[in-house]
């Protein structure tokens, strides 16, 4: 199976940082990687798919980055609505395995 | 808008198998593969396995020895049973819809069950 290691755990910034999420994949993954946002009691939502592609009616201050191992999520200007665990996950190969998840919270 | 719906008892003894099912409304059942993951109580996701409306499925191999996912195209839903089940597979169950159109995401989810194992 890939492992997918995601950095860091937790984070805590204020409304207006800039945030960013590493997420490194076991061996070479292609771009096939995804981001999620889950928010506490809620299913987890799709932000990005293929490393850097928008979902549709995803806020732009959304964008990923990244291709091989290394991949990065980043939020340009936290909004107190994106509070919320992100997970990446890999489709390169089967089982589709998913980062430990990155616990975003407020200052 | 199409939408994703688990059921399925909330309770399960150990040693028993776990049931639930998904249903989906406003599409098909036909046009996508569809999947299971799994969330423990304050853990990350697991993926579980999925399954093409044909029949075509595949498993997560850490649970594979007692995961069946099975579809009904009449109804327009799908379904796990998971066998033996210990403490451990007490976990949120989410179904969710799996795009392979040249790429893979999990882009549509239901809101997820809760199944507790215990006597």
């Known amino acids: 199976d890939i492992q997918m290691t995601q950095s860091p755990s937790s984070l805590s910034a204020s409304v207006g940082d800039r945030v960013t999420i590493t997420c490194q994949a076991s061996q070479g993954i292609r771009n096939y990687l995804n981001w999620y946002q889950q928010k506490p009691g809620k299913a987890p939502k799709l932000l990005i798919y293929d490393a850097s592609n928008l979902e549709t009616g995803v806020p732009s201050r959304f964008s990923g980055s990244g291709s091989g191992t290394d991949f990065t999520f980043t939020i340009s200007s936290l909004q107190p609505e994106d509070i919320a665990t992100y997970y990446c996950?890999?489709?390169?190969?089967?089982?589709?395995?998913f980062g430990q998840g990155t616990r975003l919270e407020t200052k | 808008q199409v939408q994703l719906q688990e059921s399925g008892p909330g309770l399960v003894k150990p040693s028993e198998t776990l049931s639930l099912a998904c249903s989906v409304s406003g599409d098909s059942i036909r046009s996508y593969y569809w999947t299971w993951i799994r969330q423990p109580p304050g853990k990350g996701l697991e993926w579980i396995g999925f399954i093409y409306y044909s029949g075509t499925t595949n498993y997560n191999p850490s649970l594979k020895s007692r995961v069946t996912i099975s579809v009904d195209t009449s109804k327009n839903q799908f379904s796990l049973n998971l066998s033996s089940v210990t403490a451990a597979d007490t976990a949120v169950y989410y179904c969710?819809?799996?795009?392979?159109?040249?790429?893979?995401?999990?882009?549509?989810w239901g809101r997820g069950t809760l199944a507790i194992v215990s006597s």
């Open positions: 996950q890999q489709y390169d190969s089967l089982p589709l395995t």
């Open positions: 969710a819809r799996l795009q392979v159109a040249g790429y893979w995401s999990l882009d549509l």
